[in-house]
């Protein structure tokens, strides 16, 4: 496949054939499975997953990516679509499920991506994902990190994540001013470790507890320990939020959910 920087669109085009390659051949599905490119702009990956997938849908929000899109692909299922705005159970009513997910995610709604395929995780059974290697390198962070978040424990705990490779700048055209990476993430779509917890209770734990990273649990979780008179099991009362595992987070909630 011959690959070159096309007319500009208002977007950052992958021109590296090397890169393409190596993108496309981490998306682990089988070939008969459905896959959802993420923000397809130019289709440098599209060609390659075109030939490789029976069943593949490319969104893209951009309408004048979406016609060129038409234009060099004809027989692609593309959409003109926010992709915040995507129903996952529809689609895959539609196509089936499990879906594979692929692409280049913008920078400034990754977070929101990230969040809407945790939400999805009993539909989407993997993720394969470009984006900055900034936020890349805090999902995969360990706990006593400054790196190390919500956005670290969210994603460990609802999804297996992994820092394939990373990205220069050099391989866009125009060159960005970041660096970027690949991530795999597996989505947990029946893991026995989130039985018994509400996702939603968990997610408010997380974020009330790194609300106020730098105080004791006991004190950045006052809505519960003195609002409720709940007290913390072992250690924890004088622990910091960025010292617990993912696993010790699901432990907390449910143990504060229990008694709530």
């Known amino acids: 496949m011959s690959i070159r920087p096309k007319q500009s ?3 950052n085009f992958l021109h590296d054939p090397n890169i393409v390659r190596k993108i496309v051949d981490a998306v682990r599905a089988p070939a008969d499975r459905h896959v959802v490119e993420i923000g397809a702009g130019q289709g440098a990956l599209t060609g390659e997953l075109l030939e490789r997938f029976a069943t593949f849908t490319a969104f893209e929000i951009d309408e004048r990516a979406v016609a060129y899109l038409r234009g060099e692909f004809p027989d692609l299922d593309v959409r003109e679509r926010d992709i915040l705005q995507l129903d996952w159970a529809s689609l895959a009513e539609e ?7 692929v692409g280049n995610l913008p920078y400034n ?5 990230l969040f809407d395929l945790i939400d999805a995780r009993t539909i989407v059974r993997e993720a394969v994902v470009m984006m900055q290697l900034e936020v890349a390198e805090r999902l995969v962070a360990e706990p006593r990190t400054k790196a190390y978040g919500i956005l670290s424990v969210q994603l460990q705990t609802f999804t297996e994540p992994e820092l394939l490779f990373k990205v220069s700048p ?7 001013d970041v660096h970027s990476a690949m991530v795999r993430l597996r989505l947990r779509g029946d893991d026995s470790m989130l ?16 609300n106020q990273r730098r105080k004791t649990l006991r004190n950045s979780l006052g809505r ?4 409720m008179g709940i007290e913390l099991e072992g250690d924890l009362e004088g622990r910091r939020a960025e010292e617990l595992t993912p696993p010790e987070f699901v432990a907390l909630a449910r143990y504060l959910e229990s008694r709530s």
């Open 9 to 11: 669109l208002g977007q």
């Open 95 to 101: 196509k089936g499920a499990p879906i594979y997910v």
């Open 109 to 113: 709604i990754t977070s929101q991506i």
């Open 170 to 176: 050099n391989v866009f055209f125009p060159r960005p």
């Open 195 to 210: 039985d018994d917890v509400d996702p939603e209770f968990l997610r408010d734990v997380i974020r009330t507890a790194f």
């Open 224 to 227: 519960w320990t003195r609002g």
